[in-house]
């Protein structure tokens, strides 16, 4: 499944993005890792909402991102609602998700469009007067339309643009065209090979969220009742993203983060894969009631999030009831495993700005590649994969947010938040459960839904879950979040996807003179060797655990020596990031 049009597995899999969006060549291939492991790439195009990519140099085709031309329900309106921040005083903006395109107002320049400013998201909307903005073309042709605001957009305000669209895309019909072109792979050859062995699906983030929802809709089954997959890999989906895909003027590139999209309907109960009861509605279900084949079969299914989603995007709800009081466990055709102190994506800036501290460093890629292939066994050969190992309250590896902050050591430079992004129940009338029709632009706010967050340890790294390697043979404190700096204006939200990183001292002395509670790479590591043998005793337990692959043990090595040589030799007066690299 493409993310925002953007082929994303070879990046993360195979260690190489294409060119362009396009593999045409070996190198396109990075490792070979998907290739070597007997497996064949689709990718199809399923959402119309990408944004047009301007050229990234003079002479350099722009990326060719994968968009799906939906059929349009024409004559139909309705209303729509944009929020957006900036990042610098602006006096023009775009309105539309994140790098994509939003539905335009029926009216050119409609009159009736209302703007309103609020500084945090529950504070009351002030609203700006209409004489004192105007819609604007897009910069880019095809691209997203624009406003214009006398006396400019600040940084430190969250802006919301609501007015009468029409002509709303069946943005569900690019879910049932993934159905039907893989019932069609499912049984018919690829160019000079037989049919396939297997068919299994992956989506990283966003797509694993269009995989969720095409099983909350039963659009995993095609029109003769068979399963068009029997497993499928949702890497970071977070609460899981049974909303947001198939309702009338979706826009899928929107989902909710602490600053923005709080309104945007991302994530609704059920979110766990077993039966559980809503308190609140008094509903019971599940993710799956829909998604049998007419045998009454379940494809296999592996959720993966890194502890990033469970601070930013819900991911405690897809095993916890939704009031957050008790575990429910997975189907039994479900693995769930927690990635701790991982982030969305494995981290690359080696800038601290516009964050309070540096991003994590911890390589969760590495543990995709051993599920992936786990799964192609579980499907075909019914090898079952490694128990599902995420952080649960029954055996205290999961707990609140106040439990969190008072529990992590102090005195070493990182704050947690005081809260991380709660689900919110979305009211928008009585048709939108049964049609995706919303009748209340914006929605209506019942209570929250209860998320809770990893423990941490007395290091601050999480607990339970998929113990990585950097956490078993740890440098510093990986956490799931990092807090947007002060500068940015928004200093009490977290970043949507990163996490962060702060490296324990190098010796005794350092750490006394830095009042670090946590104890010094001198202290845990009497020699580098020392440290060699940790991380190769670390590796050797993930490879057992079928959580590391054998052919990944020495990649793993090189790089977390390589960062424990950067953290010795580094200038501990310098505060840049750039040591969490190698140049």
């Known amino acids: 499944m493409n993310n925002r049009g953007n082929i994303a597995i070879l990046g993360q899999v195979n260690g190489r993005s294409p060119a362009h969006n396009d593999p045409t ?64 005083p602006t006096d023009m903006a775009t309105y539309a998700g994140m790098r994509g395109l939003t539905y335009e107002p029926a009216v050119a320049n409609d009159p009736h469009a209302r703007l309103t400013a609020r500084a945090r998201p529950d504070d009351q909307r002030r609203p700006i007067a209409r004489s004192a903005w105007r819609f604007v073309e897009p910069d880019l042709k095809g691209g997203p339309g624009r406003v214009q605001l006398e006396g400019g957009f600040q940084p430190d305000t969250i802006y919301e643009l609501t007015y009468v669209a029409k002509d709303p895309y069946v943005t569900g019909a690019g879910l049932a065209g993934i159905r039907d072109l893989l019932s069609w792979f499912r ?40 399963l068009v997959f029997s497993g499928a890999y949702l890497q970071v989906p977070g609460a899981g993203g049974s909303a947001g895909f198939n309702s009338r003027f979706a826009q899928p590139t929107r989902h909710p983060s602490m600053m923005e999209e709080h309104d945007y309907p991302a994530d609704a109960f059920p979110f766990t894969s077993a039966p559980a009861r809503d308190p609140v509605s008094g509903l019971t279900a599940s993710t799956l009631d829909k998604a049998r084949d007419k045998q009454g079969r379940l494809p296999k299914l592996i959720y993966a999030n890194t502890s990033t989603e469970f601070w930013n995007r819900g991911a405690s709800l897809i095993a916890t009831t939704p009031d957050g009081e008790r575990d429910v466990a997975p189907a039994d055709n479900v693995r769930i495993y927690g990635f701790m102190g991982a982030q969305h994506y494995v981290g690359r800036s080696a800038r601290r700005a516009p964050f309070t501290a540096c991003v994590s460093t911890s390589d969760h890629y590495l543990p995709m590649r051993a599920l992936i292939v786990a799964l192609d066994e579980w499907t075909v050969n019914g090898k079952p994969p490694p128990a599902s190992a995420y952080p649960q309250l029954a055996d205290g590896t999961l707990t609140t947010v106040a439990d969190y902050r008072a529990i992590f050591p102090k005195g070493f430079g990182l704050t947690p938040p ?64 990092n807090l947007r700096a002060s500068d940015t204006r928004f200093a009490w939200a977290t970043s949507r996807f990163d996490g962060s990183f702060v490296p324990f001292a190098r010796t005794e002395a350092e750490r006394v003179a830095a009042g670090d509670p946590r104890p010094s790479l001198e202290q845990r590591y009497a020699t580098r060797d020392a440290y060699v043998a940790a991380v190769r005793a670390a590796a050797g337990r993930q490879v057992a655990a079928g959580l590391l692959l054998a052919e990944d043990v020495e990649r793993t090595l090189k790089q977390n020596v390589g960062l424990y040589d950067r953290i010795l030799a580094r200038d501990i007066a310098d505060q840049s990031c750039g040591y969490l690299y190698a140049q």
């Open 25 to 88: 060549t070996a190198a396109d291939a990075g490792d070979g890792f998907r290739m070597r492991h007997g497996f064949s790439l689709l990718f199809s195009a399923w959402t119309w909402d990408v944004a047009p990519s301007a050229p990234p140099a003079a002479g350099m085709p722009a990326p060719r991102p994968l968009v799906f031309a939906p059929p349009v329900a024409k004559g139909v309106k309705g209303r729509v609602q944009n929020e957006f921040t900036v990042n610098t």
């Open 187 to 226: 049984d018919h050859p690829f160019e000079n090979a037989a049919a396939p062995r297997n068919v299994l699906m992956f989506g990283i983030s966003q797509s694993g969220r269009v995989i969720a929802r095409m099983l909350h809709d039963g659009l995993n089954v095609d029109e003769g009742g068979k």
């Open 418 to 481: 005081a809260q991380n992004l709660r689900e919110p129940r979305l009211n928008f009338g009585r048709r939108f459960a049964t049609q995706g029709i919303a009748d209340s632009v914006p929605p209506g706010h019942g209570d929250d839904y209860e998320t809770r967050v990893p423990a941490p340890d007395a290091d601050g790294n999480d607990k339970g879950g998929v113990r990585l390697v950097e956490l078993q043979a740890p440098l510093g404190t990986h956490t799931g979040w």
